[in-house]
């Protein structure tokens, strides 16, 4: 067998040893590689560790090998959920017909390369303002919506403080992985079906802290944008102080602990209680205090005089008002008086300077014509008619000059 043998035709096909022999020939030829990943699977068998390394942004897996003479060699903490970079080289098996990664070298990702992919990251979904709107969580949920690990402490202990808080709280638990290959696609399947649910008015995202790689999964950019596309406020409860997941920064509230996340979603009925309570006694002090002091002022408007004996008022001013008819009555009588005196020598005046009472002493007045009284002789001729008043009626006469 060798690389000359020519080329397979329907008539002339390889063997099954030929065409597995030309493949591990051409993968021996790609010799060694440095590759980046996390650990899905990690086993020993008879000293040999059997593995599985997937990409931590696509979906792509290799399956690798680690033989006992090079394990002295790799750190001892090594496991599953490590991100590693690893110097590898492709084994084709030809028995078996399989393919996998032969390592003569793996380590851990430098923690300062990931803390500057994570800031990377962190700054670019900064920009495009994922981080800045924050809703406000209700005041008493209906239904609270709960993504952690099943039958994890986490879990335990939201579910168990927040019913100590309010014994009526109604949750729905979704379990997904919080860790390994399977944590970003159960996260993420885990946040859509409860968004969708409209009796969830808030949703808990609880792990019980970790290592910072094992925690890397709530820094993934997809997982992140799809809490920020959740139209259900989100409570991050991851429990590391120390690293800040990508998750508390796009969520709503960012708790401390699981325990702490019950705290802040749920109120405490017996703090409540004692609120009502407290309110209650403030209003019935003030309602007291204030009902104290009008019957104090009605007290003190009912103890004056005028409404002890309200006629006492009312005959005090009568007498008041009789005096005061009488002087006006007096007062008018004599402007009245005045006024009557005023006209008699008025009319006594008036009578004196009237034109009849020259006539009545036998005078009298003559009127041309025209109707003009006669005031010069020679304005009336001889022959003019004239017209004479006196006291008591009229007479014509005719002017002779004889």
């Not at 290799?62 to 084994?91: E, H, M, Y």
């Not at 939201?158 to 729905?172: I, T």
């Not at 802290?209 to 991050?236: H, K, Y």
Request: charged content about 25%.
């Amino acid at each position: 067998m060798t690389i000359e043998t020519p080329p397979p035709t329907v008539d002339a096909p390889w063997g099954v040893a030929l065409f597995s022999a030309k493949i591990k020939g051409w993968i021996d030829r790609l010799g060694t590689a440095w590759v980046e990943g996390e650990i899905t699977q990690w086993g020993v068998s008879g000293g040999n560790v059997y593995g599985k390394l997937k990409d931590v942004d696509d979906d792509a897996t290799i399956s690798f090998t680690i033989w006992s003479s090079v394990r002295a060699k790799i750190p001892a903490d090594l496991a599953q959920g490590a991100r590693v970079v690893a110097l590898v080289k492709p084994n084709y098996w030809v028995k078996g017909g399989t393919l996998s990664m032969q390592v003569f070298e793996m380590r851990h990702v430098g923690l300062g390369d990931l803390l500057e992919r994570l800031e990377r990251l962190r700054q670019k979904l900064r920009a495009e303002g994922l981080f800045e709107h924050k809703r406000p969580l209700p005041f008493l949920p209906h239904r609270i919506g709960l993504i952690t690990g099943k039958d994890s402490d986490a879990e335990k202990d939201v579910l168990r403080n927040a019913q100590l808080r309010w014994p009526a709280v109604d949750f729905r638990v979704v379990h997904a992985a919080v860790q390994g290959e399977r944590a970003v696609g159960d996260v993420i399947s885990a946040l859509k079906t409860l968004d969708a649910d409209p009796e969830v008015d808030v949703i808990i995202v609880a792990r019980g802290g970790g290592d910072f790689q094992n925690l890397l999964v709530f820094s993934d950019e997809a997982l992140v944008r799809a809490a920020a596309a959740c139209t259900t406020p989100i409570v991050s409860a991851i429990g590391h102080e120390a690293d800040r997941p990508l998750l508390d920064e796009v969520a709503d509230l960012r708790a401390s602990t699981p325990t702490d996340a019950a705290k802040r979603v749920v109120p405490d009925v017996a703090e409540e209680l004692a609120r009502v309570q407290q309110a209650r006694s403030g209003m019935r002090l003030r309602l007291t205090q204030r009902l104290g002091t009008e019957r104090d002022r009605l007290e003190a408007v009912r103890s004056r005089p005028v409404l002890a004996n309200p006629v006492s008022m009312i005959d005090s001013r009568a007498e008041e008002l009789g005096r005061y008819v009488s002087r006006a009555e007096e007062l008018v009588e004599r402007r009245l008086e005045r006024a009557a005196t005023g006209i008699a020598e008025l009319t006594g005046q008036l009578r004196a300077l009237s034109p009849k009472r020259t006539l009545e002493r036998g005078y009298a007045i003559a009127q041309l014509p025209d109707g003009t009284a006669l005031r010069d002789a020679s304005s009336a001729p001889a022959g003019t008619p004239l017209v004479l008043t006196v006291a008591v009626g009229s007479v014509n006469a005719t002017v002779d000059r004889g």
